[in-house]
């Protein structure tokens, strides 16, 4: 069975809404906001490097379609193959795309041969996911910003409890806290 890993930038508050950009009015506070410090950013990719496929939700793929293709950093994600959960997306564009229908699809997926499957962005499919039973980790980068309001990863709209137990963590001089949890069962 795969590892299916939920991967956010989130403020302290729980907003994992457009750090680098996208429809909020502080986007982009993940580089905005907080210095740049090259080791808060090793998670990431050492997850593009051991993953085998991405999982969005619609919007993610809205936004990042268009976007990560260009961008060199991103070239194992733009090889390997990416889902998109949606129930109205025909024909991706995006290199190596599959549409899922259903978090049972998800589940399916999930239960077949191959690595880790991250979920990018996307706080609704992570919720169901989550609310499914389907999350195994979470790695978080917490930065030292409070929005107040946006999308958030944690929050009233599911009813699910998970207990996580603490696996690996970090603080960085800008104030960025690595923090990965697997899920307990």
């Known amino acids: 069975m795969r ?4 991967t956010e930038f989130m403020t302290l508050d729980g907003v994992i809404d457009s750090p680098g950009g996208g429809p909020h009015p502080q986007a982009g506070w993940t580089f905005k906001q907080v210095p740049f410090v090259e080791e808060a950013y090793e998670i990431k990719g050492r997850e593009q490097l051991e993953a085998t496929a991405m999982l969005i939700g619609r919007v993610s793929y809205d936004e990042f ?7 060199d950093e991103f070239a194992e994600y733009n090889a390997m193959p990416k889902y998109v959960v949606s129930t109205t997306l025909e024909n991706p564009e995006w290199n190596n795309t599959s549409v899922l229908r259903s978090i049972d699809e998800v ?6 041969d191959g690595g880790n499957i991250l979920v990018h962005g996307s706080a609704t499919l992570a919720k169901g996911l989550a609310a499914a039973g389907l999350v195994d980790r979470y790695h978080l980068l917490v930065f030292p910003v409070l929005l107040g309001t946006g999308r958030r990863l944690f929050d009233d709209s599911v009813d699910t409890l998970q207990t ?3 696996i690996e963590h970090e603080a960085y001089s800008n104030g960025v806290v690595k923090a990965v949890y697997d899920v307990v069962r």
Do not use: N
Request: aromatic letters at 4%; glycine letters at 4%.
């Open 107 to 112: 589940a399916a997926l999930k239960q077949g």
């Open 164 to 166: 996580l137990d603490l």
């Open 65 to 71: 379609a268009p976007v990560w293709p260009r961008m």
């Open 3 to 6: 590892q299916l890993i939920v």
